[in-house]
């Protein structure tokens, strides 16, 4: 399970790429292969305001729909065009080209709360299969 | 895994595409184990079959079988169900299992003054079907009749992977393909043997998951989304089951005669022309309404038809091919258009 060092997860499976004040959000690679076949993702307009541990879109897979939450506060800079149509970018590169959106972080508090990529691993092993 | 009608059943084996694609394009096995099974046998099984259900068993061929429905005295659907006529006085009836126990109740109360015996062996029958363009080709070897003399919606008793097995050829994906009735005991023998002997051609196992989507692109109701008791055959589109020709009477016939010409709504087929996919119980609209006229009863996005599709029940003037509909997903409006069923059909 590919778990990259440079970024911050979330409980609901979110991670969060921070490069100064902005920041690169999608979902981890445990998320994508549990969701399955992605076909349909749904993302905020730029200048919608993402609050921590609420929802900002739904991915949605043939027979799922599930809800992307927010691993951090702040403002859509910019969203991944590409990957509302081509959704299966997700499950392909869900750290590289099928990352969501980008936000400017509005509370520097929220990335001390996310955990590490061990902290993730421990949790993912700790859920039931 | 998940908890279905009693059942723990697999949503998906390798992955619902992937599951879906391969029955589509080669074959998938499926365990129905699940499925009621229930034998009305006696002088009198054609005609009690003839009083129980909407259609005409009795006219049924031996070796025949065709798909029925079984309604209230109100017209409205207990089950929807496939009728086998296995011999001059002997039938099998398969239910849904979510209803395997109120038809066979249900059936025994219709049998009452009829001669004729039920034997609900659900509970000591495995059904595996093997569905897909190359089903006939995998099973061949594994049974004692040649599949080419096996019509569409026929079954018959024989063997299969040398355990005795009612062979139909029926199924619930829009493809040509076969079920096989076996004991309890016989199940595991007849799916490890197919699957091993299907490997090389492309039969993969499929889950619930692609059983859902590959009926909904072949147009199929499925009882609970569809078909329900606030429902008749009429309104579900299946009309055409209900024989009144028959002679003598019939559960629900008083009803159904009045409903033939009085539908409440009209089940139609949806394609959605805007992003998004429609699920089960999505609010359904007239364009530019405020109050929803139905709802969503099935939706998915169609892996074989790469859009959107939905089933939903509208208002009777409404059936119109072409139709604009919206659909609220979460808090837009999508446009519809009613397209015909079966979304998919295919192709020989």
């Known amino acids: ?129 | 895994m998940i908890p279905f009608a009693g059942w723990d059943m697999p949503v998906q084996y390798r992955g619902l595409v992937e599951e879906h694609n391969a029955v589509r394009s080669a074959a998938g096995l499926f365990d129905l184990s699940h499925m009621g099974e229930i034998f009305v046998t006696g002088p009198d099984a054609a005609a009690a079959l003839d009083y129980a259900l909407v259609t005409a068993p009795g006219k049924l061929a031996v070796g025949r079988a065709h798909y029925s429905m079984i309604v209230d005295a109100n017209g409205g659907v207990l089950d929807d169900l496939i009728v086998y006529r296995l011999g001059d006085t002997r039938y099998m009836v398969v239910p849904n299992a979510s209803n395997a126990a109120t038809v066979s109740s249900a059936l025994k109360e219709r049998l009452a003054g009829f001669d004729a015996v039920l034997d609900d062996a659900s509970m000591r029958t495995s059904l595996v079907a093997i569905q897909g363009p190359r089903a006939a080709e995998i099973l061949q070897p594994f049974v004692d009749v040649d599949l080419t003399t096996i019509k569409y919606y026929s079954g018959t008793q024989t063997t299969a992977c040398g355990v005795p097995a009612i062979l139909a050829r029926t199924g619930y994906t829009g493809e040509d393909g076969f079920e096989l009735f076996v004991a309890w005991d016989d199940a595991v023998r007849v799916w490890d043997t197919l699957l091993e002997a299907g490997a090389s051609r492309g039969l993969v196992p499929a889950g619930l998951g692609a059983r859902d989507t590959l009926r909904l692109e072949a147009g199929m109701p499925l009882y609970g989304n569809e078909l329900n008791r606030e429902t008749t055959p009429f309104e579900a589109g299946l009309g055409r089951l209900v024989s009144f020709a028959k002679p003598g009477d019939f559960v629900g016939r008083t009803a159904l005669e009045h409903a033939k010409d009085h539908p409440r709504k009209a089940l139609v087929g949806l394609k959605l022309n805007d992003r998004g996919i429609a699920r089960i119980g999505y609010p359904v609209y007239l364009p530019a309404a405020t109050d929803a006229c139905g709802s969503i009863t099935s939706g998915t996005s169609s892996p074989t038809l790469g859009h959107a599709i939905a089933m939903s029940y509208v208002p009777v003037d409404r059936t119109a091919i072409g139709g604009e509909i919206e659909v609220g997903i979460r808090d837009q409006r999508a446009s519809a258009q009613v397209v015909p069923m079966p979304f998919y059909k295919r192709s020989t």
Do not use: C, Q
Request: proline letters at 5%.
């Open chain 1, 1 to 129: 399970m590919d778990i990259p060092d440079n970024l911050k997860y979330s409980s609901e499976h979110e991670w969060i790429a921070p490069t100064g004040k902005t920041a690169k959000i999608g979902v981890t690679g445990y998320a994508a292969e549990h969701i399955g076949d992605i076909v349909f993702v749904e993302l905020p307009k730029v200048g919608t305001a993402v609050t921590a541990g609420s929802s900002f879109g739904v991915i949605e897979a043939v027979k799922s729909v599930s809800e992307l939450f927010a691993p951090a506060s702040g403002k859509v800079t910019a969203i991944n065009e590409r990957v509302t149509k081509e959704p299966e970018l997700v499950t392909a590169s869900p750290y590289g080209d099928g990352w969501l959106i980008e936000i400017e972080m509005s509370n520097d508090g929220d990335l001390s709360k996310l955990k590490d990529a061990a902290g993730y691993r421990d949790f993912i092993a700790s859920l039931p299969e």
